[in-house]
């Protein structure tokens, strides 16, 4: 899988970046607290913070990762759910008019012979 905070540093928000990230979310060890093991913990705490980081890039994925938060901490499943997949249908219209945009300026370019 690639490495999340590269690619969004690099890359607008995309389909497929935000369902990388959602992925990521969904693996991600939430009660990594709980842990007795140390290491599982270190695990734990280092990839929140990347989360967290990755999430900081762009609003819909902050979104992201507060409806998975409130999902471990509050247990709304089905709330959590749509939340997801509202901002999922927001990112596909962002690339929607980001492409617009751009065959409206591909359109406005000068032709020459």
Known sequence: ??????????MRLDVD??????????KHDWHYEDSDDMNAYRRGKANETQLKQVANS???????????SDYVTKNNGPDMLLKI??????????????EAKVLFYVGMAPVTA
């Open 17 to 26: 970046l935000f369902d990388a990230y959602i992925q990521r979310l969904a």
């Open 85 to 98: 997949l509202a901002l999922r249908y927001e990112v596909e219209d962002l690339v929607r008019q980001r």
């Open 1 to 10: 899988m690639k490495d999340i905070p590269q690619v969004i540093s690099g």
């Open 58 to 68: 762009h609003p819909l994925l902050q979104r992201a990762f507060d409806a998975y």
